[in-house]
């Protein structure tokens, strides 16, 4: 898959090298590919894919989308950046958003409730 704003390296989990670019989910990809267009600042992400153990290791939940390849954190440091990640996924149809002290968690694992927002 080609992206325009991404390596697929970035979506590795840290003890996984290649996991990106093997378990990620393409249109999960491509909304995250619109929400960026929006956007006029660079996505950094903090958190793609997790191997099991990499999501026990950070706390993640067992059902956790990240698990499936349907999820990214985003660092988000500022009130304004939060809102326009926020506002972008939303015009890019992701049905669930999680807003952390310095990051936003976008997923479109549709097997968990939607449409939400969460805090952490």
């Known amino acids: 898959m080609d992206l325009k704003h991404f390596t697929l390296a970035e979506f590795d989990s840290p003890?996984?090298?290649?996991?990106?670019?093997?378990?990620?989910?393409?249109?999960?990809?491509?909304?995250?590919?619109?929400?960026?267009?929006?956007?006029?600042?660079?996505?950094?992400?903090?958190?793609?894919?997790?191997?099991?153990a990499q999501n026990t290791k950070v706390g993640g939940k067992p059902r956790s989308a990240h698990r499936k390849g349907l999820a990214a954190d985003i660092s988000a440091k500022t009130g304004p950046i939060k809102y326009a990640i926020i506002e972008a996924a939303i015009l890019a149809h992701f049905k669930r958003i999680g807003i952390g002290s310095n990051f936003?968690?976008?997923?479109?694992?549709?097997?968990?409730?939607?449409?939400?927002?969460?805090?952490?």
Do not use: Q, V
Not at 15 to 32: P, R, T, V
Not at 33 to 46: G, N
Not at 104 to 120: A, G, K, M, V
């Open 104 to 120: 936003i968690h976008l997923d479109n694992d549709l097997s968990l409730p939607n449409p939400t927002i969460w805090t952490y």
């Open 15 to 52: 003890d996984l090298k290649g996991s990106g670019a093997l378990y990620m989910n393409s249109i999960f990809l491509e909304m995250l590919e619109d929400a960026r267009d929006l956007c006029d600042f660079p996505f950094i992400i903090t958190s793609g894919y997790r191997t099991p």
